[in-house]
């Protein structure tokens, strides 16, 4: 039984990993309804991690064998009949555990040295010189760096709290009017707002490690879409969505080239600006229930099925 259970838990996990990466990347409605998007992407790079951990359950049988005893206190006679078939199973199977621990932590440091180098460019931003402003819940910081650059960096809430900021080079600033001004800071309030930087940074630790096996290869580069587009949306429907395509051309073309930032930051002109514009110039319907009620059962099956598979044997003892 667990044998089986192991080839379709592999099998799915393969699927979930080229398939689903195949069809959300060629499908154009994501364009159209981006946050629906990032929730489904997001909901594949969890089944990943969950069909890991299934794997190696399933091959550690007295690892998972125990803890289902402790937390069921069904007879263990069933319970090895249940998944192993009543044969007797080597316990080397039992590193699976150790290597599916070991595979995670990669990411989880990753993760870490991801969040230790984010504060590293807080705190030197914060000592650039320029002017500064409060705006909503942010600080706006005016520098006289050259090139057009607008972005935005999170702030800090524990162990001293910092306020975001949203970096303008005078440059930017000054190439704009004031509606266009009003809906560029829209733009990386919504970043900020929704946490965008978590997400993108999330997905890049997911690519550095998993994506090199070929795991949601385009992950990483449609999360950075996505987020990009939820914040063109958010901006355009508080300040007009044609104001926020005229700030996109504005930082993208003319002298000094297109918006700069640093390489982790969410700059208002980034990639894709073409297409952006004409996407704001031509706004799609709202997400329907039926999208929106297909993408949440969508998500909720990705995430659930490793769970539900490694489960499935036991409903054969209780």
């Known amino acids: 039984m667990s044998g089986f259970l192991a080839l379709l838990v592999l099998t799915l996990g393969c699927l979930v990993a080229r398939g689903a990466d195949r069809l959300l990347h060629e499908a154009a409605w994501t364009w159209r309804h981006p946050r629906v998007a990032r929730r489904l992407w ?23 064998e125990h803890s289902l ?15 192993a078939g009543g044969r007797d199973v080597s316990t080397t199977w039992n590193w699976t555990v150790v290597l599916a621990l070991v595979a995670l932590a990669a990411p989880a440091w990753s993760w870490v040295r991801r969040l230790r180098a984010a504060e590293h460019r807080r705190q ?36 001293g709290s910092h306020p975001p900021l949203i970096i303008a080079s005078e440059d930017a600033w000054t190439r704009l009017t004031d509606e266009e001004r009003r809906a560029a800071v829209a733009h990386e309030l919504a970043h900020l ?17 998993a994506g090199r096996l070929g795991a949601l290869p385009h992950y990483a580069t449609e999360m950075r879409r996505l987020v990009e587009l939820e914040a063109d ?3 355009g429907r508080a300040h007009g969505r044609h ?14 080239g297109p918006s700069r930032s640093p390489e982790a930051a969410l700059p208002l002109g980034g990639r894709d ?46």
């Open 69 to 83: 005893l402790w937390l069921t206190g069904a007879a263990k006679s069933d319970l090895h009949a249940a998944y």
């Open 233 to 235: 949306d958010d901006a």
């Open 193 to 209: 707002r929704r946490r965008h930087h978590r997400s993108v940074a999330m997905a890049e630790t997911f690519a550095a490690t």
């Open 273 to 318: 600006v073409g297409r952006r514009v004409r996407r704001l110039l031509d706004p799609a319907a709202p997400a329907g229930l039926s999208l929106r009620a297909t993408a949440r059962a969508a998500a909720t099956c990705l995430v659930a099925a490793p769970p539900a598979l490694l489960a499935s044997p036991l409903l054969l003892v209780l």
């Open 124 to 159: 030197a931003h914060r000592l650039l010189p320029g002017r500064r402003r409060r705006w909503d819940d942010a600080v706006l910081l005016l520098t006289p760096a050259a090139g057009p650059a607008l972005y935005c960096l999170p702030g800090r809430r524990l162990f």
């Open 42 to 64: 997001t909901a594949c790079a969890a089944s990943q991690v969950g069909y890991v951990l299934a794997l190696a359950l399933l091959l550690a049988h007295d690892v998972w």
């Open 243 to 256: 104001a926020v395509a005229s700030a996109l051309l504005r930082l993208s073309t003319g002298p000094g």
